[in-house]
């Protein structure tokens, strides 16, 4: 039922991608406001039952439903398992976003491929060159492959039904929705779900990083993961960076112009400089993943059905 309801969800997206800012966003943010509004008081603690109530709880919620549905009829459970992991991917809107930066830097309409990179990643990049968006393009798709696809199979398999699957997107959303750079209050407020979401993170962004690295050069990208990733400032994001650049032989990171600043980063992967020609090389990175994450899977069914 595992591989059959990631399959089935999988499929289910790329065909008729859900818009997850409608359907999912949107809504999370209104009610991380309402929450924002209720229990915002200073005090940490409160921030701490706020992600209680907007993630453990749904959780835990979707475990005890899959359960009873299970005992009603095993397809029920299977079809509850397809529609929440449906609504937890959204990697299909991304690559959209993706292709057309792409597509945008081959007919040197670098003005468009900019404003498209500022839609997805959000920032300003008037001044960014054209081998700077291809940079910025494939350290975010390989971010998003991990955060909207990858790092959701671990998460489903570890948990009872679409718990655990639940359990990362909402906890990465409500994250999100208390950055740290926003007001100090909200800033404050926020601090247990920004670290709870990186203790979440951080077993699923390694199995991501080893499958980036078995589906790529394995040995620059270890080499790397081990030496870079920690320089960068959000060190889980580092070790996908590191290690996907490591996986593809190119240079990412370094300084950026966003806006009319340059802003300084470390020097992630190793080899050329990325540029244009490198964002097919990134998409075939995440397609083989994608395919190695299936086939463990699979593997991990058949060996249970073997067993028992």
């Known amino acids: 039922m595992t591989l059959l309801s990631l399959l089935a969800a999988i499929l289910l997206e790329q065909f008729r991608p859900l818009s997850t800012r409608r359907f999912v966003d949107n809504p999370l943010a209104a009610f991380a406001r309402t929450l924002e509004e209720k229990l915002n008081d200073g005090k940490n603690g409160r921030g701490t039952l706020a992600w209680v109530l907007a993630v453990l709880l749904p959780a835990i919620g979707s475990a005890l439903i899959y359960a009873g549905l299970y005992a009603l009829h095993p397809a029920a459970a299977f079809i509850f398992n397809v529609v929440v992991l449906y609504l937890c991917l959204g990697y299909r809107q991304h690559s959209h976003y993706y292709g057309r930066i792409h597509a945008s830097l081959r007919a040197r309409e670098l003005d468009r491929a900019r404003l498209l990179l500022s839609e997805w990643r959000g920032g300003n990049y008037e001044h960014t060159s054209a081998?700077?968006?291809?940079?910025?393009?494939?350290?975010?798709?390989?971010?998003?492959?991990?955060?909207?696809?990858?790092?959701?199979?671990?998460?489903?398999?570890?948990?009872?039904?679409?718990?655990?699957?639940?359990?990362?997107?909402?906890?990465?959303?409500?994250?999100?929705?208390?950055?740290?750079?926003?007001?100090?209050?909200?800033?404050?407020?926020?601090?247990?779900?920004?670290?709870?979401?990186?203790?979440?993170?951080?077993?699923?962004?390694?199995i991501t990083a080893v499958a980036f690295s078995i589906m790529g050069d394995f040995e620059d990208a270890i080499y790397c993961w081990r030496t870079q990733a920690s320089l960068w400032p959000r060190p889980v994001d580092g070790v996908l960076i590191a290690a996907g650049a490591g996986a593809l032989g190119v240079r990412l990171g370094d300084p950026v112009h966003q806006g009319s600043e340059v802003v300084a980063r470390p020097e992630m992967g190793a080899g050329d400089f990325a540029d244009m020609d490198y964002m097919y090389s990134a998409v075939g990175l995440i397609r083989r993943t994608l395919v190695l994450f299936l086939l463990l899977i699979l593997l991990f069914g058949l060996s249970g059905w073997a067993g028992s």
């Open 131 to 206: 081998d700077e968006v291809a940079r910025l393009a494939i350290e975010h798709a390989l971010i998003v492959g991990h955060r909207q696809v990858f790092a959701l199979f671990p998460m489903f398999l570890i948990f009872p039904g679409p718990s655990g699957a639940l359990l990362y997107r909402l906890a990465e959303r409500i994250a999100r929705q208390w950055p740290e750079n926003r007001e100090p209050s909200v800033a404050f407020f926020g601090r247990f779900a920004r670290q709870a979401f990186e203790v979440i993170d951080w077993l699923p962004a390694r």
